[in-house]
């Protein structure tokens, strides 16, 4: 009698969760008799999660959440709807660490890549991170898109080899940020994390596996990287490895003049070393106002002891500039490393005694944001809104968006809290026919501007005027800049964001890729509503 009553309650829900989402009028009905259906989910706790991301300031509900348990099923999924009269909206979900709404597919289907990194992990003859050495490429890592760069890391540990370039963050997924870029203090000298991918797998919006690289159909390969989810779903990357380091040697620097500042960050991203392994790995710089707190959830670096004279520092000064390096030793060459470092450190203009240094593990120092990202998870303040923005500025206009935006706007505001980074990059690391943009200015180097504001769910709306309001300033000012992450809400801003050329180039690519533009449509790029 039990049993009966289990059966009949277990049938009751099935039908009610397929009645649910059938009668989504959004959703085809060939799908509710595809045996695909049998990954859509629509129960309020998936809908809810998938409508939700780290910004916490867009909420677009889909109309069913995919589970997939192998890249064939994503093919089914995207071929039924291309195929379909009236095709739906689908967006695969990394980690949904995006702040816009991104990841998400009003009315459409999220495809939980996180479940599916989870399925994989349940099946034991699936082995997702695999290391492979070539003779012609050298060492690699193949990886699902679904899979995290931190775990990429453990795995790659084992054979003594890594991955050179990272987030500040790795609990991101592989598919997240190549469609992005991932760029972090490394990417000055190892580029962004999709310059070093030699191949990919992706799942186009046509519903077709296909292999991509430089060499063998470039366009998607191209397009997919930076390409903000637009062209296909990325299933595996291949990403170039190197030996790891054992440990890492990290300093920050004081500075209250940002002209200094920056010649200095300049300098150092500048200097070749004598050998492959000379020269820095690592290179940021943030702020440290009286806004915020000396340290942050970013990281936790400077002595309890020395607060008191930071903070007078900070306060005389209104804003102080932290340079922030690393290098890269192993055990047995510290003393070259100490001397390495002297000598780079040599003729730099911080403030006299502001110099902090800490010795490190790597896996310590690339996994540094975790700690702080746990502490606010257990005080319940990870999930707030987070009005982030984040640009790319020219070199030649880095001072005025200095006195402008940081000196100005955000000292009349006084609202900023949480880490303001900004840093220096080469463009020559960069890759043009790849989708990621960044400034069209002729110089050789330009700046990473991150304002990663966390607030409270009442008074998001202010951080997002001040974000209007330094966007506005860049405006009148002629400063060129571009946005990292971006979120526009026109097409003609999306264009202006790429340039004519590369514009073009993009809309073609959709077309041939996804041409009923079925993908990534939180982005807002062609499904502007
Ligand atoms: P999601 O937010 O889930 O997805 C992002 C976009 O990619 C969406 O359009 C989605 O549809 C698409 N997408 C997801 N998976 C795939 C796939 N497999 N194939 C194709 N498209 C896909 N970024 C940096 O560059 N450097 C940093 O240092 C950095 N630090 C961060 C720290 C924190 C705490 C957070 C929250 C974010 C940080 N980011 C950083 C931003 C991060 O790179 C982006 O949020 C990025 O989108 C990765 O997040 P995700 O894996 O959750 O992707």
Redesign the pocket.
């Given at each position: 009698f039990i049993l009966l009553i289990i059966t009949i309650t277990r049938l009751i829900s099935t039908v009610g969760k397929t009645e649910q989402w059938k009668s989504s009028s959004s959703l085809p009905i060939e799908l509710s008799t595809n045996k695909i259906s049998q990954n859509l989910i629509n129960n309020p706790k998936a809908i809810e999660k998938a409508s939700s991301?780290?910004g916490n300031l867009v909420h677009d509900l889909p109309a069913a959440v995919f589970n997939p348990t192998t890249v064939n099923d994503i093919v089914s999924l995207i071929k039924l709807s291309f195929n379909s009269s009236v095709p739906f909206h689908i967006?695969?979900?990394?980690?949904?660490?995006?702040t816009r709404g991104?990841?998400m597919a009003r009315d459409g289907v999220v495809i939980d890549?996180k479940e599916f990194r989870e399925n994989n992990k349940k099946n034991k003859n699936v082995d997702n991170i695999k290391v492979f050495e070539d003779t012609k490429v050298g060492y690699y890592v193949d990886v699902g898109?679904?899979e995290l760069w931190i775990d990429v890391l453990y795995k790659t540990l084992e054979y003594g080899l890594a991955p050179v370039s990272y987030?500040?963050?790795l609990y991101?997924?592989i598919?997240?940020?190549l469609?992005?870029?991932?760029?972090?203090g490394q990417t000055f000298r190892y580029g962004p994390q999709i310059s070093s991918v030699h191949q990919l797998d992706v799942v186009t919006g046509k519903g077709e596996f296909v292999t991509c690289s430089k060499e063998n159909n470039s366009e998607l390969f191209h397009g997919v990287l930076g390409g903000?989810?637009q062209f296909?779903?990325?299933?595996r990357a291949r990403i170039a490895l190197e030996p790891a380091p054992k440990r890492v040697k990290w300093v920050r620097l004081l500075y209250s003049d940002f002209g200094a500042f920056t010649k200095d960050q300049e300098r150092l991203i500048s200097m070749k070393g004598i050998n492959k392994n000379s020269g820095l790995d690592y290179l940021e710089g943030m702020l440290l106002m009286h806004q915020g707190p000396i340290n942050n959830w970013r990281s936790s670096f400077f002595p309890l002891s020395d607060h008191h004279r930071i903070l007078s520092l900070v306060t005389q000064h209104r804003v102080l500039y932290c340079l922030e390096i690393a290098k890269y030793y192993d055990h047995h060459s510290e003393n070259n490393v100490n001397k390495e470092i002297q000598v780079l450190l040599q003729g730099l203009s911080y403030i006299p005694g502001f110099y902090y240094e800490k010795n490190v593990s790597f896996v310590e120092f690339l996994n540094r944001?975790r700690s702080g990202?746990l502490k606010l998870q257990s005080q319940g303040l990870w999930d707030v809104p987070h009005p982030w923005l984040n640009m790319f500025i020219p070199k030649s206009r880095i001072l005025d968006f200095n006195s402008g935006v940081f000196m100005k706007i955000i000292q009349k505001r006084n609202i900023t809290t949480g880490p303001v980074l900004v840093y220096p990059m080469n463009r020559n690391k960069w890759d043009n026919k790849m989708s990621a943009t960044i400034p069209d200015d002729e110089d050789d180097i330009f700046y990473a501007v991150g304002f990663l504001h966390s607030s409270g769910f009442d008074n998001w709306k202010a951080f997002d005027a001040q974000n209007r309001e330094i966007l506005q300033y860049c405006n009148d000012a002629e400063i060129k800049y571009k946005l990292y992450?971006p979120h526009y809400s026109t097409q003609e801003e999306w264009t202006n964001h790429f340039g004519p050329k590369k514009w073009k180039t993009f809309l073609q690519r959709k077309y041939e890729f996804d041409p009923r533009m079925i993908l990534?449509p939180?982005?807002r790029i062609f499904n502007n509503n």
């Open positions: 991301d780290y967006a695969a979900r990394g980690q949904g660490h995006s991104q990841a890549m898109g679904e987030t500040d963050y991101l997924t598919g997240g940020t469609s992005n870029a991932g760029i972090s903000l989810g296909g779903i990325i299933t944001v990202e992450l990534a939180g982005q």
